[in-house]
């Protein structure tokens, strides 16, 4: 059990370096203005909303058919983690085809 915990704990350590990355690149893309900057402020904020409701919808019920915490919050951190990878490559992506 102390090592799911302790395997958790550096799974949300990565979760939060890798959302730095992502925070630095919205900020880059939110100062240069314009509608690109308009566009991403509001698919940050829906993405924000969506993927809260839903891991906290996805949570709540793996707890509920009787999931352990530790589970839970493992495929909650998982989850996390993918959505962060997937924005971090489109804006890779998109501010090298800008360059």
């Known amino acids: 059990m102390k090592n799911g915990w302790l395997n958790l704990s550096i799974q949300m350590i990565k979760l939060g370096m890798e959302s730095q990355v992502v925070i630095l690149q919205r900020l880059s893309r939110l100062r ?24 906290a919808l996805s949570f709540g019920l793996a707890l509920s058919i009787g999931h352990p915490p530790l589970s839970a919050m493992q495929s909650t951190v998982k989850s996390y983690r993918k959505k962060v990878a997937a924005n971090r490559l489109r804006l890779d992506y998109k501010s090298s085809k800008q360059k």
């Open 32 to 55: 240069a203005g314009g509608t690109v900057a308009d566009r991403e402020a509001q698919r940050m904020v829906t993405e924000k909303i969506t993927a809260a409701a839903s891991e």
